[in-house]
C-alpha cells in the first residue's frame, strides 16, 4: 500500500536521504518546525516502513573493490525450485549487490563488485558458474560511472 506523505515528510525524507547521520533537531531547525513534532513523524516514517533503515554509504574504490559488473543470467529450467535455488544462492554471495528477475530476454540481471578482473573471474568460475541451475551468463562491465544515487524522486510525480 502506498503512504500517502505529507510535504514535511516529503522534505524529512528528502534531508534524510542526503544525510542520514542527521538528529531530529538538526532536521527540525532546518524545517522551522519544534522538535518533538518532527521526531514523532520520523518514527511514524521508520514505523510504517516508509524508512527502511539507515546505512553508511562505502566508498567502493577506497575499498579496493574497482570492478562493477552487470550480469545476465537465463536458468536451464524455469520451474519454481529452480528459481528458488538460484535466488536463495545468489542471495549469499557478498559480491553480488543486486539481483533483479527481468522481462525479456534475460532471467535476471545482477549488479556485482570485483577488487580486478581476476577476482571477477574466480567469483564466475567458482561461485556462480558451479550453480547447476545456470543455463547462460553474460557478463557486462561497467567502464564509466555516469550516475550513481540511491536518492528517490520524492514529490516528482
Not at 524529512?12 to 524545517?31: P, T, Y
Request: proline share 2%; net charge negative.
Amino acid at each position: 500500500m502506498v503512504k500517502e506523505l505529507s510535504n514535511q515528510e516529503i522534505e524529512i525524507l528528502s534531508l534524510l536521504q542526503k544525510n542520514g547521520s542527521l538528529a531530529s533537531q538538526e532536521i527540525a531547525d532546518r524545517l522551522h518546525i519544534s522538535q518533538s513534532p518532527c521526531w514523532r513523524k520520523i518514527n511514524n516514517l521508520r514505523d510504517t516502513g516508509v524508512i527502511k533503515k539507515n546505512v553508511a554509504l562505502l566508498d567502493q574504490q577506497k575499498l579496493g573493490l574497482n570492478l562493477i559488473v552487470f550480469i545476465t543470467i537465463n536458468l536451464s529450467a524455469l520451474g519454481r525450485n529452480q528459481l528458488l535455488e538460484f535466488e536463495k544462492e545468489v542471495g549469499k554471495f557478498p559480491e553480488v549487490l543486486e539481483c533483479y528477475t527481468m522481462t525479456g530476454a534475460w532471467d535476471y540481471m545482477l549488479k556485482a563488485v570485483a577488487k580486478d578482473i581476476y577476482h571477477f573471474e574466480h567469483f564466475l568460475r567458482e561461485k556462480l558458474m558451479a550453480l547447476e541451475s545456470i543455463g547462460e551468463c553474460h557478463s557486462h562491465i561497467a567502464v564509466t560511472e555516469i550516475k550513481n544515487t540511491t536518492e528517490l524522486p520524492l514529490g516528482e510525480f
